[in-house]
T-cell receptor, first 109, second 111 residues
Framework: EDKVVQSPLSLVVHEGDTVTLNCSYE??????LLWYKQEKKAPTFLFML????IEKKSGRLSSILDKKELFSILNITATQTGDSAVYLC?????????FGAGTTVTVRA | DADVTQTPRNRITKTGKRIMLECSQT?????MYWYRQDPGLGLRLIYY???????NKGEISDGYSVSRQAQAKFSLSLESAIPNQTALYFC??????????FGPGTRLTVT
């Protein structure tokens, strides 16, 4: 079974802060790593990373993958209350995603 | 209209009952997936299907079965529900770039 560990498990920040979420995995030879945001409903797709070292950005969110050291980071800058959610990472291999337990982010006004 | 729909959205059933959860999609994707989510755990794969003739077990398939009636429809059945199958169930489809899109989920409670 592929092992995916996300840290921290949860964190509380204030609006405007920057957060860094970590995803480490014991999965080799995977095609890509995906990040999802879950707000008390279905996970919604954020990023897909396929190459090591190339940062992907979408507004205030950015993510990078290190295939050699087996981790990925998701950064959220200038956080807003709407960023409150569980963030999930999942390496993709053999047509399957292996999800971590997620990091719960709470942004206080 | 949502691209991936699930019915029912909530269900309470008794131990030993058979129950079916249904998933439909309008995305035209061939690959479809069923996951369950429990508090403190990530999503875990139950079954997945590449097309109507290709169905595969995931990591936690025991106690579940599936049916792929058409490209757009993928159903999950609990043959004899038990309380530890109480969970949030998600259906997902997979696009050509291997990103997965999730339905709204079914909250199932087995008493």
């Amino acid at each position: 079974e592929d092992k995916v560990v996300q840290s921290p498990l949860s964190l509380v920040v204030h609006e405007g802060d920057t957060v860094t979420l970590n995803c480490s995995y014991e999965v080799t030879n995977f095609r890509s790593l995906l990040w999802y945001k879950q707000e008390k409903k279905a996970p919604t797709f954020l990023f897909m990373l396929t190459s090591s070292g190339i940062e992907k950005k979408s507004g205030r969110l950015s993510s990078i993958l290190d295939k050699k050291e087996l981790f990925s980071i998701l950064n959220i800058t200038a956080t807003q209350t709407g960023d409150s959610a569980v963030y999930l990472c999942a390496p993709y291999r053999d047509y399957k995603l292996s999800f971590g337990a997620g990091t719960t982010v709470t942004v206080r006004a | 209209d949502a691209d991936v729909t699930q019915t029912p959205r909530n269900r309470i059933t008794k131990t030993g009952k058979r129950i079916m959860l249904e998933c439909s999609q309008t995305k035209g994707h061939d690959r479809m997936y069923w996951y369950r989510q429990d508090p403190g755990l990530g999503l875990r794969l139950i079954y997945y299907s590449f097309d109507v003739k290709d169905i595969n077990k995931g990591e936690i398939s025991d106690g579940y079965s599936v049916s792929r009636q058409a490209q757009a429809k993928f159903s999950l059945s609990l043959e004899s529900a038990i309380p530890n199958q109480t969970a949030l169930y998600f259906c997902a489809t997979e696009g050509p770039s291997y990103e997965q899109y999730f339905g709204p989920g079914t909250r199932l409670t087995v008493t």
